[in-house]
């Protein structure tokens, strides 16, 4: 199986999973008679949902089915090759401060802002700060 096709998986499993209720069920008694809730977090909060004892059957095969697609998405990452970011901010990297350097000192010669800037706000930061030209 190549890349693409592991990546369309993995977006396919992500989709069937997000489709599933997440949490657990849980049964409590109350005066001898027993209730089953559905128990889950939604925005950070604890969530209890009452579930029909009709309904109870289909509700477990749909948690069971989440587990079980989200084991096989957890596999299915190990064979994907992880993805690196690297954040460099501008001030620390002296290569991309040399080049926003030329590239006002060109503007600046051209009467040009550079894209993204308008006129007046690039005059301002190009006055305060010094270019050797």
Not at 34 to 39: A, K, M, P, S
Not at 46 to 64: G, H, M, S, T, W
């Amino acid at each position: 199986m190549d890349l693409s096709e592991m990546q369309e998986q993995a977006a396919e499993l992500e989709q069937q999973i997000s489709a599933l209720p997440a949490g657990y069920i849980m049964k409590k008694t109350v005066n001898g008679k027993e209730y089953f809730y559905h128990r889950g977090t939604e925005n950070k909060k604890r969530r209890e949902k009452y579930i029909p004892v009709d309904e109870l059957e289909n509700f477990r095969a749909q948690i069971e089915s989440r587990k079980e697609l989200e084991q096989e998405m957890k596999a299915l990452k190990k064979h994907l090759p992880k993805v690196k970011t690297i954040d460099i901010p501008r001030s620390r990297c002296l290569s991309c401060s040399s080049l926003w350097a030329n590239l006002t000192w060109w503007c600046l010669t051209r009467r040009q802002a550079p894209a993204g800037f308008s006129r007046s706000s690039t005059a301002r930061k190009l006055s305060r700060s010094s270019i050797a030209i």
